[in-house]
């Protein structure tokens, strides 16, 4: 199995910065890609930003300029720094990971690790 530990989360203020770390544990021989996903009170979880083994990176339109995703290999973490942040970036965030086993895919989630942005 695998188990994804998040760390970083907390109260910040309106244009304030963050870093957000995931590390994962476990099964994780063939990673393909890591990421974060977010969801607010009464939405859907959605797509923050992920990086893939080879590097390539996706943001959500709403982070792009403001948020860096990174990764770690060697230590199977990723990395969110967030900076700029808006009230609207208030939100649960969570980790995962997808990983490669006999050709299929299992993704994987963390805990989840709570942000508030506000004055």
């Known amino acids: 199995q695998v188990q994804l530990v998040e760390s970083g989360g907390g109260l910040v203020q309106p244009g304030g910065s963050l870093r957000l770390s995931c590390a994962a544990s476990?099964?994780?021989?063939?990673?393909?890609?890591m990421g974060w996903y977010r969801q607010a009170p009464g939405e859907e979880r959605e797509l923050v930003a992920t990086?893939?083994?080879?590097?390539?990176?996706n943001y959500a339109d709403s982070v792009k300029g403001r948020f860096t995703i990174s990764r770690d290999s060697a230590k199977n973490t990723v990395y969110l720094q967030m900076s700029s942040l808006k009230p609207e970036d208030t939100a649960v965030y969570y980790c995962?990971?997808?990983?490669?086993?006999?050709?299929?895919?299992?993704?994987?989630w963390g805990q989840g690790t709570q942000i508030t942005v506000s004055s």
């Open positions: 476990g099964t994780v021989e063939s990673i393909t890609d």
């Open positions: 990086i893939k083994t080879g590097g390539s990176t």
């Open positions: 995962t990971v997808r990983i490669l086993r006999r050709g299929v895919g299992y993704r994987y």
